[in-house]
């Protein structure tokens, strides 16, 4: 079993809708992040959450550590949010680095 | 822009095949990781290093290995290249040593070994 798991894994929906992508974890973590993956592969960091919730824009990112689950909205949603949306993780490692631990992706399609 | 900067973009290999791929890092940031994607998967974590040495290191075998540079740019090696080594290579830099801070991503190399 991944140590993050994202769901769904593929989400099309229609221009205007709101959008929630959930992230689950199973191990103790420093931090958690939120990335957008546009086809091609640059990667763009949207959030990094220690807990609470953030907002920029249309996003709102939140955590809750006690429940290990964190979730990305988009607020009015357009075709230029479709992307790749991947949760990775930091673990508590206790020592050492272990970089992130990321989820598989949930891909996004917003239809005009 | 992420100030990250990855060369090549695109590489196509012959299996046993050595290859460098290169990484410039936001400046000022000390730490640099490196992740493998394979299509339709998550990256996943193969090192990081911090200031010149590697402090981390995930289930990759031997014949990948690293460096980091005093300006902390950073390579990644992979010797004897294997057909399912094909996949894109992310490499992210932070000025934390254990990303209590904002990682940035570069755009990627991605990788055919044919």
């Known amino acids: 079993k991944n140590e993050v798991e994202q769901s769904p894994q593929n989400l099309t929906a229609q221009e205007g809708e709101f959008i929630t992508i959930n992230c689950s974890y199973s191990v103790g973590i420093s931090a958690l992040h939120w990335l957008q993956q546009h086809p091609g592969g640059g990667i763009v960091s949207l959030f990094m959450l220690s807990s609470g919730k953030k907002k920029h824009g249309r996003l709102i990112a939140t955590i809750n550590i006690q429940e290990k689950h964190s979730s990305l909205h988009i607020t009015a949603s357009h075709p230029r949010d479709s992307a790749v949306y991947i949760c990775a993780v930091r673990a508590n490692s206790g020592g050492g680095a272990d970089g992130l631990t990321f989820g598989k992706g949930t891909h996004l399609i917003i239809q005009p | 822009e992420t100030g990250v900067t990855q060369s090549p973009t695109h590489l196509i290999k012959t299996r046993g095949q050595q290859v460098t791929l290169r990484c410039s890092s936001q400046?000022?940031?000390?730490?640099v990781s490196w992740y493998q994607q394979a299509l339709g998967q998550g990256p996943q974590f193969i090192f990081q290093y911090y200031r010149e040495e590697e402090n981390g290191r995930g289930n990759f075998p031997p014949r990948f290995s690293g460096l980091q540079f005093p300006n902390y740019s950073s390579e990644l090696n992979v010797n004897a290249l294997e057909l399912d080594d094909s996949a894109l290579y992310l490499c992210?830099?932070?000025?934390?040593?254990?990303?209590?801070?904002?990682?940035?991503f570069g755009q990627g190399t991605r990788l055919t070994v044919v």
């Open positions: 400046s000022g940031h000390n730490t």
């Open positions: 992210a830099s932070s000025l934390d040593l254990n990303w209590g801070g904002e990682a940035f």
